[in-house]
């Protein structure tokens, strides 16, 4: 991952959301998100997972995150993609919520990136619809755009995804 | 001074010394932030209820000092006036007399003889001079130090706080979660000292292990709080609520050092002050009632708490009037709860426990303090939210008590590790009655089908049978030598969950589920397990309602709750009425299901009714026909009609009755051969003479090709029953006709040879005790002879431990088994039959029905 496509100068644009301009970035099949900095916990390799039977089909399992019991949700299925190649392990990425830590099963991590606020946009129309309903906006990189990955309403599985 | 003053002058000090010493630290506060209202509003509210609570209990001097403090504080609070510190000087010192008159009242239990006229003159000029500048007035100053002597009193006030330190809530519960974790993390521990062989690291895990089961029951102990925390504040309910009704009540409490923990004691508050106006309100009668009633005037409320078996168990008892059952029973059909019919067949245990349904209240006039038919549905919500279980008992005339049996705590509890479709998963132990292991072969033949809903026989008993790995989706196990039925308890049902395999049980640490899994019922949190993993930890209610065990026959249930401990000689009987016929009975081993079914399915076929019914049809035999025939019918028909279902194979009979009783577990004591048609004879159960149906003569009207025409290697066989008693032979043979066998009966060996020559009979089924002289001589006899030698005899003993103890004699049949056990009897008829060489050509007798027979 390049870094050299971003310039830091938070607090520019008066359409940003008010946040840090850091951005932990991961990649679910072609898509690349990013979630504030400030909201991830931490990332984790795949972990072993407690399914729940019964649960909705996005809830992966549960995962012990050091004693404490997280609930982990399948990226790709919240986003109605086509699943995960059975080869490919996806990694954690534990995010705070109102309701506490969450697991984002993902397939890639990338790197932290600071973003300028001036290539904040909007979510772009043609964005497929069930991503869209999660995404807070897009910074537009050099090379591709940033999802901004609206954490509250993924985790809230009454919304539509 | 009676006990009950005491009792309310006790908590009054209780409460007033907490208050107090909320105030001191309020006070500090207030002199920082002289504005804020809330600080205010809290030393007011302090300040006018100890006014208000001894004006009540006719403290003077209190009350004078108080009310010229309230004054005073009022007028700050409604920014009358600023917050000087003089006044705050005068009313600490206002605080300090009142600690003084307290101690005194707590010692002697009265103000004792200062009258503190030099404060109260000093309160009141206060009070009155609120547009004076706030300058205390010289003269009064060298009044104080008489006024106040702390040495004494307050050392002695202090004693008990020096052993006492105040800890937040906030960190206790902390502490809590820490030793929570600390608990999963030994656990985790041993598991890995199991898989080594290192002796120090199992001496260290060993310690690690006491030492976190001493933490762990430590930390519980500081959350432990006395119920009589919350018990206090019940005297002045019971009080306020007696005085408002006019009647008189005596509260007893005890046990009130019973301790909880603090979760438990804040959930059951609300529940109890329900209960307890509940009871003074509904259960007591007024005092002339009472006099009326033989009884005292004086109403008894008496409230208990103990531990037993890990659990505390409150109760509330009232020697009132009790719960009028007709009256709740109307209640609930009034409401629509109940159909009439369903009314009438309910227990009074049943009914009684109806009060906890939404919308029911049985006091005849609705007034402020209940009545309106809310909270007795809340209260067993709220306790069972916390997992308790609420019971009511009641006796006309002489009370009613209510029993709330509450976990000591929630946060850590012992817990069943079950496995099903590979997952392991927790049940929590209070709900857990038993563990019953089957081989997987006879699970299939020992769990039936009532209503669809799959039960197990259990003790004689139907418990119904949810399969956790259906109820959750999972995939069935692979093959397994044995499942195992965990036998549940949820709300007041039972019910049996089947599960692959049953590990250990475990103390659990209760961890709730995250938002997006609250909707699932089935699940009452999770826990962390000795290998780290999380398994889900199931609730009890929610898997028994999902499943829709829970929402079982009221019939099969009342059934299970009458039960007494089977013996083998004791038979179970379904008893039903009909017609003038009050009370009828046939074997409960016959029974396939007890069902209802509206009027307008009823319809006619073949010159009877039927029914349809799981996609066939369902011939339908009225009793009252049978019994007294031409007797005028109802004029009320009942709607649904109760029907008793026999079936065998795949053929099925409906035996239409009034009205179902009861199932009985009684042993037969007396036997009289019956001549009317339709019964074989009357015995005494339950102390009360009742009837015994002839099935074989109630079925044959049925359907004369019921026992006919699918063949079958049972089909046509010819029956030989050689036993004394009628009684016992026409129950056996309704068995054996039923399955389909052509039955001869013998009460004695020389009626049994008379019965071989005349006809050629395929299996022989005698008592042990045959008489003159047991069922050896006609073995003999038949031995004797060539053409009966191959003839297999079916020996039937009257118990169990015959059977075993007459092993030896036994031998010398094809195969012996108990009497009345039916199933057992028919297997082995089968199995005898089968062995036969040719089956028995049969000649189909086909009658109007056959056609209508299969859909």
Redesign the interface.
């Known amino acids: 991952m390049t870094t050299d496509n971003t310039v830091s100068k938070p607090g520019q644009s008066p359409a940003a959301p008010q946040l840090s301009g850091q951005f932990s970035t991961f990649f679910v099949a072609d898509l690349f998100f990013g979630v504030d900095v400030l909201k991830v916990q931490e990332l984790l390799r795949f972990q ?9 089909d996005v ?1 992966e ?4 995150l050091r ?5 982990a ?1 399948d990226m790709r299925r919240r986003l109605r993609l086509p699943p995960r190649p059975a080869d490919q392990m996806p990694m954690n990425m534990v995010v705070s919520t109102h ?2 830590a ?1 697991s984002l099963l993902v397939d890639e991590i990338g790197d932290v990136l600071d973003v300028d606020a001036a290539t904040y946009e909007q979510p772009p129309a043609n964005l497929d619809s069930s991503a869209r309903e999660l995404i807070r906006g897009v910074y537009k990189l050099n090379d591709r755009l940033l999802l901004v990955l609206d954490t509250e309403r993924t ?3 009454a919304a539509r995804g | 001074m009676g006990m009950q003053d005491q009792d309310v002058i006790r908590e009054f000090l209780v409460e007033s010394y907490e208050n107090l010493s909320a105030l001191d630290q309020n006070f500090v506060e207030l002199e920082k932030h002289p504005k804020d209202a809330a600080l205010l509003a809290s030393i007011f509210r302090t300040i006018h209820t100890i006014k208000g609570t001894c004006g009540f209990l006719g403290f003077s001097t209190l009350e004078a000092i108080t009310h010229q403090a309230e004054s005073i504080l009022s007028q700050v609070r409604d920014g009358q006036r600023d917050l000087t510190p003089f006044l705050v000087s005068l009313i600490l010192e206002t605080v300090d007399a009142i600690r003084k008159v307290l101690a005194a009242v707590e010692s002697h239990g009265a103000e004792g003889d200062e009258r503190f006229d030099n404060l109260t003159v000093r309160l009141r000029e206060a009070a009155q001079s609120k547009a004076t500048p706030d300058v205390p007035p010289e003269s009064h100053a060298p009044a104080l130090p008489a006024d106040v002597r702390p040495e004494e009193d307050a050392a002695k006030t202090s004693a008990v706080a020096d052993a006492n330190i105040r800890v937040g809530v906030d960190l206790l519960d902390k502490l809590m979660d820490l030793v929570g974790e600390l608990v999963l993390t030994r656990n985790q521990i041993l598991q890995f000292n199991a898989d080594r062989e290192d002796p120090a690291l199992n001496a260290t895990s060993q310690r690690l292990n006491l030492i976190t089961t001493e933490l762990q029951e430590g930390v519980m102990k500081t959350r432990m709080q006395p119920i009589g925390m919350i018990w206090n504040k019940l005297p002045r309910v019971v009080r306020d609520i007696s005085v408002v009704l006019g009647k008189q009540v005596r509260l007893e409490m005890d046990g009130a050092e019973t301790e909880l923990d603090r979760t438990i004691i804040q959930a059951v508050k609300d529940p109890l002050v329900h209960l307890v106006r509940n009871s003074c309100d509904h259960g007591f009668e007024t005092a002339e009632a009472r006099i009326r009633a033989g009884k005292p005037p004086e109403g008894r409320l008496s409230l208990r708490a103990y531990h037993e078996g890990g659990q505390v168990n409150i109760e509330i008892g009232d020697d009132g009037a009790g719960i009028d059952v007709a009256c709740v029973k109307r209640k609930a059909i009034e409401k629509g709860l109940l159909r009439p019919e369903q009314a009438d067949k309910l227990s009074d245990r049943e009914a009684v426990n109806l009060i906890f349904h939404a919308g029911l209240s049985t006091a005849q006039i609705i007034t402020n303090v209940s009545g309106r038919g809310v909270g007795m549905d809340v209260v067993k919500s709220q306790i069972e939210k916390i997992g308790g279980v609420v019971d009511v008992f009641s006796r006309p005339g002489e009370g009613t008590t209510v029993k709330i049996k509450i976990p000591l705590t929630l946060a850590i509890i012992p817990g069943l590790v079950i496995m099903s479709g590979g997952e392991r998963f927790v049940i929590p132990q209070v709900s857990l009655l038993e563990l019953i292991r089957l081989d997987a072969d006879s699970l299939e033949k020992r769990i039936e089908y009532v209503q669809g809903t799959p039960v197990y026989r259990r003790r004689g008993s139907l418990l119904p049978i949810a399969y956790l790995n259906k109820v959750l989706g999972l995939e069935p196990a692979g093959a397994h030598d044995a499942v195992s039925i965990v036998v549940l308890q949820a709300e007041d049902r039972q019910f049996g969950l089947v599960v692959d395999g049953i590990h250990d049980t475990q103390e659990i640490v209760v961890k709730p589920l995250g938002k997006q899994l609250k909707g699932l019922t089935v699940y009452a949190g999770a826990t962390i397990m000795g290998d780290g993993r999380v398994a889900l930890i199931l609730d009890v209610l929610g898997i028994g309602q999902r499943s829709g065990v829970i929402a079982f026959h009221e019939q099969s249930r009342s059934a299970t709750q009458q039960k007494t401990q089977a013996g083998v000689e004791q038979q179970r009987l379904l008893l039903f009425q009909t017609g003038s016929f009050e009370r009828l009975a046939v074997p409960l081993s016959l029974v396939a299901r007890l069902e209802e079914f509206p009027q307008s399915s009823i319809e006619r076929a073949g010159g009877g009714q039927v029914v349809q019914y799981r996609n066939r049809i369902l011939p339908l035999v009225p009793l009252r026909d049978v019994l007294e025939p031409g007797a005028p019918g109802p004029e009320h028909p009942p709607d649904p009609v109760q029907v008793v279902v026999f079936n065998d194979g795949d053929r099925s009979v409906g035996m239409v009755v009034d009205r179902i009783l009861d199932v009985a577990e009684d042993t037969v004591t007396v036997r009289q051969k019956s001549s009317r048609k339709g019964l074989l004879g009357s015995a005494v159960v339950g102390k009360r003479v009742t009837d015994f149906i002839d099935l074989n003569e109630v079925i044959q009207l049925a359907a004369e090709n019921w026992y006919r025409g699918s063949g079958g290697s049972t089909q046509g066989r010819r029956i030989l029953i050689a036993e004394a008693s009628a009684f016992s032979r026409g129950l056996i043979r309704s068995g054996l006709d039923m399955a389909g066998y052509r039955v001869l009966e013998a009460a004695n060996l020389s009626e049994a040879l008379r019965g071989l020559e005349q006809q050629p009979v395929d299996i022989v089924v005698a008592a042990l005790d045959l008489p003159p002289t047991g069922t050896s001589a006609l073995r003999a006899a038949m031995r004797s002879k060539k053409e009966w030698a191959s003839i297999p005899i079916l020996a039937l003993a009257d118990s169990m431990e015959q059977v075993q103890a007459k092993a030896g004699q036994t031998v010398a049949f094809q195969d012996c088994q108990v009497k009345f056990d039916r199933e057992a009897m028919l297997a082995s008829l089968a199995r005898l039959a089968s062995a036969l060489s040719a089956p028995v050509p049969e000649p189909v007798n086909a009658g109007p029905a056959h056609q209508a027979k299969d859909r």
Do not use: W, Y
């Not at chain 1, 004693?67 to 609930?71: W, Y």
């Open positions: 072993q997972m407690t399914r729940v039977p019964q649960a909705p809830i399992g549960l995962i012990n004693g404490q019991i997280v609930t949700i309701d506490g969450v985790v809230d599985l």
